[in-house]
């Protein structure tokens, strides 16, 4: 059992790519994380949100569900859902137990919340495994707008991603 959220920062690439083989089968890019969500039991909603929220996440002992802002790019929309699921992977993991709900909205993104640091970095992990991006680095001349449209994330996730891994 793990008691904070900051054991699970050291194994967050190794677990994300775990999950990604064992309910996928396959490593392999794009990540289909919404057939990983469901997965896991968790019902997904997309719904217009107000204008700073992405998403939320429902947890509880009996089901869980997620609300992706529809009115959000799909690699916005893909980037919540990994980070939603981050949260749900965190809290069963802490064998935390209750009601449990958060939302994606802009505060997540600063830096100052252990919870949302580690949804982010595992949400990046999912999405752009580390092994898939060396390798596609390694072995031909890509530049990030190609990258990003391989893993179907933003620039700017990728540009982090690959600035964290450094």
Known sequence: MVKSVKELFPIIDDYAELIIVKEL???????????IVKNYGIQVYKESMEENQS??????????GMIINKDDSLSRQRFTMAHELGHFISYKLQNK???????????????????EIFANK?????????TLLVSLIGSMEVN??????????SQQ????????LL
Request: charged fraction near 25%; proline fraction near 3%; hydrophobic fraction near 40%.
């Open 25 to 35: 089968e396959e490593l392999k890019a794009p990540v289909n994380i919404e057939q």
């Open 55 to 64: 998403g939320a996440i429902v947890i509880n002992d009996n089901a869980s």
């Open 97 to 115: 137990t209750g009601e449990i709900i958060e939302f994606r909205d802009g505060t997540s993104s600063l830096g100052t919340n252990l919870e």
């Open 122 to 130: 595992f949400a990046a992990s999912i999405l752009i495994p580390k």
């Open 144 to 153: 990030i707008e190609e990258l990003s449209n391989i893993f179907e994330v």
């Open 157 to 164: 996730s990728l540009e982090f991603r690959i600035k964290n």
